[in-house]
């Protein structure tokens, strides 16, 4: 009988990317065979609706398979995983990167694992010690260093999938890099769930700012590093530092902002208020004038007026974002947000048009800037690769692909330059 090597299908972060490919690994490891494996998300229920079609699709395409559901949405809610008639097992985020439920997986233990294997995530004080070489292109690398969240947004249910906060031991972090260098990898980029709360549960309690510049100090040949999405209000001094001095971190900086309003962030329980937002990007332009940010912002939440609205939809210029991610907001069942005072359906949607619309205009604006402009641009493939602020590149020419070029802008064509 012909081995079927196992199919994966992933929802959700760029975190639960990460994991699915460490998955990827365990499951290769240890000989699991014709499965099929699901990572859930769980951050709207529009998410997990997906994700339940999703198995149902995947179950009539391979009607002999195991199917596994896993992720952030098996976690919060395995019972309606395991009641699926397609569903054979169900893993939570814990047990899914644990190198004995793959084991349990192998073709000789079939018929003796259990359907729900989800512990109590908050229960979890460590990292799972997965770490994989070289997710993404063969340009660039992501390296989780941070699991979980402390903070209790109201429209957010991740950390009842993620767990309480916990990070990587530096010194892990930089020998994961060290390797991914060795390899060939030209840009690193630090992802996680809270990343500004990476070293919160770590002896002296170090911050982002103190892993950034030990990265760069111990990596020197390290051409790019990167960082993902942060909450701003808990920069520190280290990285505010780096920024300013380090050109090797990359000039974007992707920051968790959800709204303009302060009542309406005030009732999404955020740390921030808009004038902690502008004060935060000015101060980095400063240090950093080639600096270009991108943003999460939602439209539509709870009681959000039309007023309030337009103060999101002014912080787009005052920030001055150019990368956004506009979410329209749905109800999350279990969330404090999902038993407020309810925008209307049309209103959300209008609202998030107009948000993307004003995304558009910014990033047209930064493109057109960059006309001339010769850039150091990281090639993902022979034809495209990425300025140093996230732009895409396009070329008319082969590339050396995974290398960083000197291309100078020549032209500005649907949303991405050309060289």
Known sequence: MDRKTPIFSNHGCRLNAYETEAMKDLAATHGVEDAVIVNTCAVTAEAVRKARQDIRKLRRENPNAKLIVTGC???????????????????????KMDPATWRGMAPDMIGQTEPVQ??????????????????????????????????????????????????????????????????????????????TSWGADLPGTPKLGDLVMRILKLVPDLPRLRISS???????????????????????????????????????????????AIRFTEEARKLRPN??????????????TEDMFANSLALVQDCH???LHIFPYSPRPGTPAARMPQVKGPD??????????????????????QLGVTHQVLLESR???????????????????SQ????????????????
């Open 73 to 95: 949405a098996a976690q919060t809610e395995p019972e309606r995983f395991a009641a699926m008639g397609e569903v054979d097992v169900v893993l939570g985020n814990t047990e």
């Open 321 to 323: 974002l150019t990368w």
């Open 118 to 195: 989800v512990d109590d995530i908050m229960s979890v004080t460590e990292t799972a010690g997965h770490l994989i070489d070289g997710f993404g292109t063969r340009s660039r690398a992501y390296v989780q260093v941070q699991n979980g969240c402390d903070h209790r947004c109201t429209f957010c249910i991740i950390p009842f999938g993620r767990g309480n906060s916990r990070s990587v031991p530096a010194g892990v972090v930089v020998d994961q890099i060290k390797r991914l260098v060795g390899t060939g990898y030209n840009e690193v980029v630090l992802t996680g769930v809270d990343l």
């Open 230 to 276: 942060i909450d701003s209000i808990e920069v520190d001094e280290n990285l505010m530092q780096a920024i300013a001095t380090e050109p090797r971190l990359m000039p974007h900086l992707h920051l968790s902002l959800q709204h303009g309003d302060d009542m309406i962030l005030k009732r999404m329980k955020r740390r921030h208020l808009r004038d902690d």
């Open 348 to 369: 959300i949607k209008a609202r998030a048009a107009r948000l993307r619309k004003a995304g558009q205009a910014q990033v047209a604006t930064h493109l057109q800037a």
């Open 404 to 419: 960083i070029v000197a291309a100078r802008i020549t032209g500005v064509a649907d949303e991405h330059l050309t060289a």
């Open 291 to 304: 600096m270009t940010f991108g943003a999460d912002i939602i439209a539509g939440f709870p009681t959000e």
């Open 383 to 401: 034809r495209m690769g990425r300025t140093a602020q996230f732009a895409e590149v396009h070329f008319d020419s082969d590339q050396p692909e």
